[in-house]
């Protein structure tokens, strides 16, 4: 396998930094942040420039937050100069090295990629497999608390089979060891990390197992197979194999008939947006922390918007005035 190199000097090139900085503006929701980097473009260009030369690039603090939807989730966020530097890392030296390696099957975090892809693979997988085999069985997968589990070690050594150029390398690395625990999921550097994070896990479905059907989006992954009692098989195997890996799989993992429902990606096995039974209760939940100031007003609005349009009905949740 060849290894990377020249790759550092990529990210020290203006123009580059200059397409991560418009792709930061370009991301951000707040006017005001915007303005100010318009405003101050220059000065931060010329300072990022600066630092990536005489490689004294030392990552700056997080601001760590909580989501609780779908689940219970810790983000993160970045300042300006993070932002842009992570942008850069991930696009010169993260994207050359690690996307030649991925399978098609892993749909997270790429061009022409996502959750679209991996519901489109889905149902292709079930049309064929339904004329090939009519009765077939699905094992789902699903990793328990994935980005937070994920072992520097094994990752770095996973990054160090893919680039040799050596101060790429130091600033990748730094980005990794700048969380005591896994990674953060709000960076662009940890989403591509993570997806490569299982590469050797898709090669082994593939290869070993001889799945020919399977699709994976970050930690949830689905294997097709007319044969429950190899599937079976296929499980204890993939254990054993995320066991070297420092991971689990979580109590969502289960086989499934054909004609069972299960949800992928938001959807379930007959292509159907999911309509939750427990809305009103997680409104509630959201309702309460909103009131409790752990959540913000737009973070509240946003669910309710959310939650109405999936279910297409008007949600009565806000407790009785007594």
């Not at 994935?146 to 040799?164: G, V, W």
């Not at 960076?187 to 994976?216: C, G, H, P, W």
Request: net charge positive.
């Amino acid at each position: 396998m060849k290894r990377m190199g020249n790759l550092y000097q990529n990210i020290c090139q203006m123009e580059n930094i200059k397409s991560a900085y418009n792709e930061v503006c370009k991301n951000t929701n707040n006017k005001r942040r915007v303005e100010n980097l318009r405003e101050y473009k220059s000065i931060y260009i010329s300072r990022i420039h600066d630092i990536l030369i005489n490689k004294n690039y030392v990552v700056g603090p997080y601001n760590v937050f909580t989501i609780y939807e779908p689940k219970e989730r810790l983000i993160v966020s970045q300042n300006v100069q993070d932002k842009i530097i992570n942008h850069l890392v991930s696009r010169f030296i993260l994207y050359p090295a690690i996307l030649p390696c991925l399978l098609d099957v892993n749909v997270a975090s790429r061009k022409d990629m996502g959750t679209s892809r991996g519901l489109e693979l889905a149902q292709e997988f079930h049309r064929k497999c339904k004329i090939k085999y009519k009765e077939y069985y699905i094992l789902k997968c699903d990793i328990s608390k994935f980005f937070a589990s994920i072992n520097h070690d094994i990752l770095k050594q996973k990054i160090l089979r893919r680039i040799k150029d050596k101060d790429a390398l130091k600033i990748v690395f730094d980005i990794i060891d700048s969380n005591t625990n896994g990674l953060f999921i709000g960076a662009m550097t940890s989403q591509i990390l993570a997806i490569f994070y299982l590469n050797d896990l898709d090669y082994f479905i593939k290869e070993k197992l001889k799945i020919k059907y399977y699709v994976r989006y970050q930690d949830d992954f689905l294997l097709f197979h007319p044969d429950k009692q190899y599937l079976k098989y296929c499980l204890q195997e993939i254990k054993k194999f995320l066991s070297k890996e420092k991971l689990i799989l979580n109590a969502k993992t289960r086989i499934y008939k054909n004609t069972n429902n299960f949800l992928f990606l938001g959807r379930n096995s007959f292509g159907k947006y999911a309509r939750y039974r427990n809305v009103k209760r997680k409104l509630k939940a959201k309702y309460y922390l909103y009131t409790v100031g752990h959540i913000s007003l737009n973070s509240f609005t946003s669910s309710l918007i959310c939650y109405k349009g999936l279910c297409n009905k008007n949600l009565k949740f806000m407790p009785k005035k007594r």
